[in-house]
């Protein structure tokens, strides 16, 4: 049976969601790739054992994660049962519903009947009464979005999540969002998106402000921009790596002018005494982001990139140079 480590929140920091009461880990970890059907078990038991251990409290799921749509939520399960069940209430566990997950015309979207039957099979699957936020995972534009956030208020009222969250919204979806659950007695206490140095369209979309404006955190995926943002594809693209796979990175955006400025910031994180990838979840944080989510292939790479909660500030020196190496086309 796990022993969780005694000292696991001296180093780890957290930091208020919007204008709830939670305070969520600086740090979070996702179980999008490497927690599924075709991965070692006992190599994600060793990984949530060590985030566990290193503060980390906040873990992320979604229905469909797998590659199998549903294998990573089981996974997750059979490591509860097993092992985290005494630390449930040091936990938050959150999952999501929206992509395709299973057939026919009620497998995904935004209806009140896909959203309530996959959080049910979620519990199911994660052995859970509960999950800490229920996330819907995109805007489905077929959909109302009074129904969609409806359900949401719904699912907390029926006990079955203490929060509830939205993924991929824009910052006009966001506040529309955020009014229809507010109505419905509801706060909206965060938004999941994608946000890297390489990737600002939540800067172009103001989506900071309105979050601050309706009272809601933040936490980001692919800070790391799916591997791009670390020394791997500095000298190349390695045999095997994500990008070789062509799915959600592909070969074609290594370009020379993606690697000279890795380089660059390769070059800044070494002078700060980071990784690049530290310096790249860092920089997430700088500014207003509540949280950020790394992925993990290995243990080492979680206990990597815990360390960036030491080194979370930047010179105006620092920024401005990150910013004109960015800017180079």
């Not at 208020?16 to 179980?31: E, F, H, T």
Request: contains cysteine; glycine residues 8%.
């Amino acid at each position: 049976m796990y022993q969780a480590n005694n000292n696991r929140y001296e180093h780890m920091k957290y930091k208020k969601c919007g204008n709830s009461g939670v305070k969520l880990p600086r740090v979070a970890l996702g179980l999008w790739h490497n927690f599924g059907s075709v991965d070692p078990y006992e190599n994600q038991r060793a990984m949530i054992f060590e985030a566990f251990n290193q503060g980390i409290t906040h873990i992320d799921l979604a229905n469909n994660y797998g590659p199998t749509p549903g294998s990573a939520e089981d996974n997750f399960g059979r490591i509860m049962e097993s092992d985290l069940r005494p630390y449930r209430d040091e936990m938050i566990i959150s999952t999501k519903a929206g992509y395709g997950m299973w057939e026919g015309p009620y497998g995904d979207g935004g209806s009140r009947k896909y959203l309530m039957s996959s959080l049910d099979q979620s519990l199911k699957r994660m052995k859970l009464d509960y999950v800490d936020i229920f996330y819907h995972h995109r805007f489905d534009p077929e959909t109302p979005l009074e129904e969609t956030m409806g359900a949401l208020s719904d699912i907390v009222r029926q006990g079955k999540a203490l929060y509830v969250g939205i993924s991929n919204y824009n910052s006009e979806q966001t506040r529309r969002a955020a009014e229809i659950l507010k109505a419905n007695g509801t706060p909206l206490l965060i938004n999941q998106v994608s946000y890297s140095m390489l990737n600002r369209w939540v800067e172009e979309d103001h989506l900071l402000d309105t979050l601050d404006e309706v009272g809601a955190g933040s936490i980001c995926f692919s800070p790391l921009a799916q591997g791009v943002l670390t020394n791997k594809y500095l000298h190349g693209i390695p045999e095997g790596s994500r990008a070789t796979r062509n799915f959600f990175l592909h070969e074609d955006s290594i370009t020379p002018e993606v690697v000279a400025k890795v380089t660059k910031l390769n070059e800044v994180a070494g002078d700060r005494g980071q990784t690049l990838a530290q310096m790249a979840l860092s920089w997430v944080l700088r500014d207003r982001v509540t949280t950020v989510l790394i992925g993990a292939s290995r243990v080492e790479q979680i206990k990597d990139n815990i360390g960036i909660v030491d080194k979370l500030e930047f010179t105006e020196a620092e920024l401005q140079l990150i910013e004109e190496i960015l800017a180079n086309k």
